[in-house]
C-alpha cells in the first residue's frame, strides 16, 4: 500500500468518524428532551443539517489531538478497536472538559454527568468508525518489498 492511499484512507476515515461522534453527539443530547419515542418518526432534514455541523466542528476542533494520535498509531501499527475507542473517548473527554475531573456539588452536576457520558460515547463512536476504516490496517504502509 503506498503512502499517498494511505492518507487518503486516513482522511476518509477522520471525516466518517467525525460524522459518528457527531451523530452520537447530537441524538445523545436531544434524547431527554424526547419524550415519546414513536411519535417522532424518521429523521428529519434539520436534524441531519445539525450533524453534518456538528461534523465539520468536532473536525476542526479535534484534527490536531487526532492526528497525534493517528501518527502514533501508524508508527506503533496499532491495529486494536479497543486502542481506538479508548482513546476516541479520553480524547472526546478532554477536549470537552478539560483536566478537569473532580466532582460537582449542587444541582448541575447531574447534568455535567449527562454531558461527560455523551461525550465519551461520542469519541468511542468516533474512534470504533475510524478503526473500521483505516484503524485495522494501521502500519501496512511500512512493509518493505525487495
Known amino acids: 500500500m503506498s503512502v499517498v492511499t494511505r492518507i487518503l484512507a486516513v482522511i476518509f476515515a ?3 468518524a467525525c460524522m459518528a461522534a457527531s451523530f452520537v453527539f447530537t441524538v445523545g443530547m436531544l434524547t431527554p ?6 411519535s417522532l418518526g424518521p429523521p428529519s432534514a434539520a436534524l441531519w ?22 501518527a502514533l498509531a501508524e508508527g506503533f501499527a496499532w491495529r486494536s478497536s479497543l486502542v481506538y475507542a479508548a482513546l476516541g473517548g479520553a480524547l472526546a473527554l478532554a477536549l470537552g ?11 448541575r452536576a447531574g447534568a455535567l454527568d449527562h454531558e461527560r457520558e455523551v461525550f465519551a460515547a461520542a469519541g468511542i463512536a ?15 504502509w511500512k512493509t518493505f518489498r525487495n
Open 14 to 16: 477522520y471525516a466518517l
Open 49 to 70: 443539517a445539525v450533524i453534518a455541523v456538528g461534523a465539520a466542528l468536532i473536525g476542526g476542533v479535534a484534527l490536531l489531538p487526532t492526528l497525534l494520535v493517528i
Open 97 to 107: 472538559f478539560g483536566l478537569d475531573l473532580g466532582g460537582h456539588v449542587g444541582e
Open 126 to 140: 468516533g474512534g470504533f468508525v475510524y478503526w473500521l476504516f483505516a484503524g485495522r490496517s494501521a502500519g501496512a
Open 33 to 38: 428532551q424526547w419524550e415519546d419515542w414513536s
